[in-house]
């Protein structure tokens, strides 16, 4: 209860307050605009929070990502491009609807669905992430060396279809990781002489030149204007007993968007498309989906917005990312001086469960500013991609040279935004480097205090039971993938 009491006394103050609403705010615009996303987003308002309490930061940071979720759907109904990979599902039957005249419709179902589904997810998390805790207390270093083992197979699932491609970014980013002073020896390496790599390169650096400015250098190139969103609008309305009557929806919406966005590496996009098809098997209606179902709309809105508090359970409890927005969340965390994972309880309760008590405000925040916002999506998504691309650079150094005040940073943010936008022209996904950087000095620090442990002697990793359960996973996590792709390649042939 006394935790409870400090997560309200985080959240009910105007400094609280006002985050969750200008995060919420923001995060609404940034989901909306096709080619953002709520990593960027996050990502680019690292720096804001550096002069604020950690527990108001981070509800600013949680804030937009949740918004960002939900405002993927705006785009993908308006203008049949999503704003968010997570909105991929909502296109299907959300355009379909706007182009019939019943966009207004189908914007307040993602909206309702987006809030109901939030707040199931953050229920999950609260009720979920104690016991866990408890559980994750008994790991030592062997056991979060394996964990970060297991986290590193996670690259297969962020990389879609192009593993090999994935396993190569992943690279990038276990060679970045080490960059600065080895934690064994204190001796530098790979610092080129420059000692602004003595502490390692900055992950905020990383993240804003291949999220922010590779995407701005992406915009600048189409350089051309968002098509206008047109509706002609027929009506038609979400009213309360419609609403109801989707309430089986949105529930098995939730669950399954809780569920996935747990599973680190998983994501909305995943939940989005599970949500849609489960959906449609249940559908008394089935052939209706595709053709402006608002049901369509409504599954998978709420599955991405409900593994927003799925995703944050093992960032919070394993301090692994549920998703690449919860990657950049590890990194705020550490910016600010906090490890994630089980000590985050008991060292900083009230970020915790302030989290909690803002979740829990972020989504009638969302509900509110999403409807008073409804008749201004037209106009917004009509910014010329040229203006959009120049603000994206401007806010990206900007936050960079305010990490250190350096304009070594700043060189390297544009170094990054250029190796980013090559990656992003040559298909790889981003996801695994990032996953890879965040993972990279867990596994080598962990594995170096096992080896001290053991005198340098590795079966201790075979001696803990849960060390060698958490590897046997790993491993078939890593193997798994391969022999899929092996018989997929062999079917085609055969």
Known sequence: MQEILLGVEAVFNWQGLLAIFIGTA?????????????????????PATFSLPPSVGFNLLVSLYI???????????LIGTPGTAAATA??????????????????????????FGGIVGAIALIVLSQPLVAFVLQFGPPEYFALGL?????????????????????????????IGVDPVSGAP??????????????????????????????????????????????????????????LPTFLRGSVIGTLVGAIPGAGANIAGWLSYDQERRWSKEPETFGKGQIKGVAAPESANSASVGGALIPLLTLGLPGSPTTAV????????????????????????????????????????????????????????????????????????????????????????????????KLRFPMAPLVLAMVLGAIVESNYARSMIMSQGSHSIFFERPLSVVMIAVAVI????????MVRQRRATTD
């Open 26 to 46: 923001l995060g609404i615009v940034i989901g909306a605009l096709p080619g953002l996303g709520p990593s960027l987003g996050v990502a680019l308002l690292i």
């Open 67 to 77: 918004a960002a979720e939900y405002g993927g759907s705006i785009s993908a109904i």
């Open 90 to 115: 909502t296109v299907v039957d959300g355009y379909p609807m706007n182009r019939q005249g019943r966009g207004a419709m189908a914007l307040q179902a993602s909206l309702a669905a987006s809030t």
């Open 150 to 178: 297991f986290g590193l197979t996670l690259i297969a699932s962020l990389s879609g279809d192009t593993l090999l491609k994935g396993l190569a970014a992943a690279m990038i980013g276990l060679l970045l990781a080490v």
């Open 189 to 246: 390496r790979y610092t080129g002489g420059f000692f602004e790599l003595y502490e390692g390169i900055p992950f905020l650096v990383v993240l804003i030149g291949v999220f922010a400015l590779a995407e701005a250098f992406t915009l600048a190139e189409r350089n051309d204007a968002m098509e206008e969103a047109r509706i002609t609008d027929t009506g038609e309305r979400l009213t309360l007993r419609s609403a109801a009557g989707m």
């Open 329 to 424: 969340l590890i990194g705020a965390l550490i910016i600010h001086g906090l490890q994630p994972g089980p000590s985050l309880f008991a060292d900083s309760p009230d970020l915790v469960y302030g989290l909690f008590i803002g979740m829990l405000v972020a989504f009638p925040t969302l509900y509110i500013l999403g409807i008073a916002a409804m008749p201004v999506w037209r106009r917004v998504l009509a910014l010329p991609n040229s203006v959009l691309a120049v603000g994206i650079v401007i806010l990206s150094l900007v936050g960079t040279y305010a990490l250190r005040n350096l304009m070594f940073d700043v060189w390297l943010a544009l170094i990054f935004g250029v190796l980013g936008y090559i990656l992003k």
């Open 477 to 484: 996590a890593l193997v798994w993938p391969m022999v899929s």
